[in-house]
Structures are given as structure tokens and as C-alpha cells.
């Protein structure tokens, strides 16, 4: 009987839910919007409905193999209490606040799981995919957010309060602009998907990332020299996060970087300029494995791994 | 018969060498002049005579009660190979180049154990220190260097290749002065005790760190600005580390931080306005608990914890 896990990626505007192998294959995908303006309860109901969905399908043995289904993982945006179940709160999820997560799924009588959606994504890269047999292993995602998994001696580190990986929220510069989590000059303030649209617009080089990722690609001077600032911009936080701790990969992940060798060619350069010159050369930066499918696929990894995961 | 193990805290002018009991008290201590300039076999030498006096005491048993020596500890500036008992390098130790240190000392017959001499004193704070009970744990130590200790799940955290830790080189600015490590604007060339000193020069306040401090408590308003400045650029770069790690406590230790409150009110004041506003709170600044003796007690402490050290 193979052993597959089910994994769950709720997002803020869709729930994509997998059947995972021992292999981090998906056997099964389902899907479905978030229903996230009717709050909390709503998208509970809706992630149950994708669960309940899966688990049929894992009933019905299609080559007569059946399918042993050792646990359900669940991946939610924003902090999470991963010992309690609980979501801490979602800047997407409207009405997350202390919400109790892994209770909607008590009567299933399956080994749960959840952890934050960008943890999922870099434990699934450790166990499947870019990092695979590295102990030492971070994972950065630079999309409308900039966000962090951290894997130490093997295993998901999440900090004294489950707060650790914030990347996105060193202050970089003292006077930058202002971000979301109310402080000036963070990371994510100056280099996210939305904070490198307004740079290209101020400049007057696009209204979004991409429009500015176009022109630099069609080689606009005046575009490739703000690239090459938000580069060095990011190279320089993605170095600091490396000074500190001396991981043997670091993978870099979402939207933004779905751009290919055009953002991650001086991002690259940049991030080893500004690494403590002996440890140049032993942190490369690749992009991560895992795309679409990463937060399933970390998910459901919670529970096919062999490694503990500290939560 | 009380168990005890002896520590070792191997600087660059001194070394000193302690009887470590059980509950991180010193019963015994020696100290001689490190011959740095006459190589590392003179030194290792040095280290050896202290350690036969201090097992000399051992064998004593002054009040009949005689001690167990349960293992050797050293602490030792700049990287290591703790596994392979090497010093990879020490900046204040003239020929240390992937120097063998625990082989001089095989013929003891006692567990043997090395760390860099900061990480030695952030364990020994999580043992007997300030950090007691503290699983995760971040110990930065600003004086002729800035270099810290890192405590995550209770264990030291040395990273992949033994180098976790350099938040004296994260880049704080882009433009800033030369850092001895080859970069520019490095926390360590912005605010440790000789960069602190070069400020004050180039501002007309003093030729030290001692000296700014002593104007600024004295009540000069330009010293109190440029003290006011060092703060914040201390305070950014710990916030960063701290929003990176999720530490329960941050400890100061080193010459600087014994300047007291009139550094560390400041510093603090900083630190937490530079935190992500969701964990400001979490993670108090303290003094390190642990002075002259912190190496000592913390490389002794390598054997006498019953937490495993991950190497």
C-alpha cells in the first residue's frame, strides 16, 4: 500500500489541496477559490470540502494499489501557533486572529499538521526538491511579501515565538519608505513585487515589476540601471540573513523571481559582494525547485519526512 | 566526588584558566601572558602549562573532598573546526592557519571540547548565566570586534561550515567606512570600541570610546548626539539579527557594554523601535551576566551541560 500525505496550500485567493508520495510526487490535485471575504468559517468549510474531495479519491484505488493516507499537512499565510493548530493571524485571510485551524479537522482521525505557508515551501524544498541533503538550508520568497523558511541542523527553525525568518522586515535603510508592518526601509518596503512597481513607477518606468522587468529585458538603460539598484538592494538583505546564519544553500522563490537570470544574475553578484568575504562562494544562491505546487507539496511533507520537524 | 571540568579561554594578550564545578562556580584560576608573536606551538605550550597546574590543583582535594576532572574546554578567537579540534584562522593569534589545538592535549585522557571563544561565553550564559532556561538565545559581544553566540532549541548553533554568527559583517550601510574583513559599512566598522573611537576623533570628541562615553556622561550635548547615533546603527543591526533568529533574549557582553545604561538605554530604545512592531516585547536586551571570566566558565562549560552541543 503506498503511503501518500494529503497537503493543503490555503492562499488568499485559492485553496490548492494534493495527494503527496513518499517521492513528493502529486498523484491528485483539487482546487478551489477562497471564499476569504466570508471569513474564517467559510474557508475552513471550503478547505474541509477539498480535504473530504482527496481523501475519496485515495479510497478509490485506481490501479488497485490503495493508497494509505498517513496524515494531513496544512500550510496557512501569516504566524501560526504550529503546536496549537492555530492560525495567529493573515494580512489575506480576513477574520484570522487566534483562529483554531486543525479542530475543523479532529473527527478524520489523521495525524494533522500546519505550519506557515513559506516554512511549508522550504521544508518541501529540503525534503524534495533544491535542497535535498542540505542541513543548513534558507529559503527566501520575494513576491507581494518578502517571507523566509529557515531549516537549521536539518530541521524547520521557527523561532522563540514561531516569529523567526523575517527577512522581509530588516531595516535595510533608516529613512526608506513606510511598510505594511508600520515600520520605515524594510526589505519588503523596498524590494517586494508591489515596492519594486512603485520604484519602476516613480521612475517612470513602468506602472508594475514586470513592465520595468520588460524594458530592462529589452534593454532600457534607464531600466537596467533600477534593476541593478534593486539588486544590490536585495543581494545586500539576502547577505545579511547569510552573515548571520552560515546556511550551505540559499533558494530563492516567488513571483518576482519567476523572472529568471535577468533579476537573479546581479542579485547574485550583489549578495556575494556583501557576504563576509571568507564565506564567499560557500552559500550559492539558486532558484528554488518547487513553484505552484511548493505549499502542497511542503505541506503534505510535514508528515512524509523522515527528519523531526521542531515546531 | 565533585564533578568539575576546566576551562580554557585563550585570547590574543592572556590566557586564563579555571576549576569549573557543577554550577559554573570558578574554584581555581591561572593565568599567564599569551607568547602570541612566538607562534602557535609556543602558545599551545603556554596553554598546556596552565592546564597541568590546574589539574595540579585537582589532585589536591584542599578540604579532602577531591575533584573529578570530567573533560577540557578551550576557548579559541576566530573560527574553528570544533569537530576536527582546528583553529581556522585567529586575526589576534599570529600563525593560526587550520592549527591542530587538541592534539597537544590528547595525552590527558579527558573528553576534549573547543569553540570559538564567543560562543563559549553565550553558553555559558545559557548555563549559568543571563540565559538560563532560554532555549533560543543570541549573545553579540561588542569591543575590539562585534562577534555573537547563537542558542537555538537549547543547542549551539555554529551553522554549515562553523561561521553562523558574523553579525559584525552584515553591511549596515552601503558607503561606510573600510571593515577589516575586506567590505565596507560593516556593523563591526560602524559601532565596535575602536570604530566608536574613530568617530569620536573625526568629530573632535576624544581619541577613544572611553573617552566619548565619559563626555557624553559628563553631559556634553555633542557627545550625547554622537553617542545617540551609535545607537541607532547598534540598534538596527541587533533588531535585524533578532528579527532574522526569534531569540527569546538578547545579551551585551564585551568592553563596550560595560559602559553601562548610558549605552544601553539607548541601544535598547533602538533595538525595539527597529523590531518587526508584532515582536517588540518578545525578545528583552540585557547585559550579559557572565565578565572576564565568561570564556572560562563557557568552555568549561562544553562538558559540564547536559544539553548536547551540535558541533
Redesign the interface.
Known sequence: MARVAIGIDLGGTKILGGIVDSEGRILAERRRPTPAQEGPEAVLMAVRAVVDELLAVTKKAPDGDPLEVIGLGLGIPG?VDAERGISRFSPNLPGFSNTPILPAFADLGLPLAMQNDVRCHAWGERCFGAGRS???LLLVTIGTGIG?G?I??G?L???????????G???LV?DGPLCG???RG?LEAIASGPAIGRRAQAAGLGASARALFDRAHAGDPEAGALLEEIA?DLG?GL???V??????RLLLGGGVVAVGELLLGPVRRHYE??L????RG??PLLPAHLVEEAGVVGAAALHLATATV?S
Do not use: F, W
Not at 276 to 279: A, S
Open positions: 504566524p542540505i542541513d543548513d523566509s529557515i537549521l541542523g530541521k527553525y521557527t523561532g522563540g515565538s514561531g516569529m523567526a525568518g523575517e527577512i522586515h530588516i531595516q533608516t508592518c508600520g515600520n524594510c544590490a545586500r547577505a545579511t540573513a552573515n548571520i546564519l552560515n546556511p550551505g559582494a556583501a563576509m568575504p571568507v564565506v560557500y552559500c521542531r
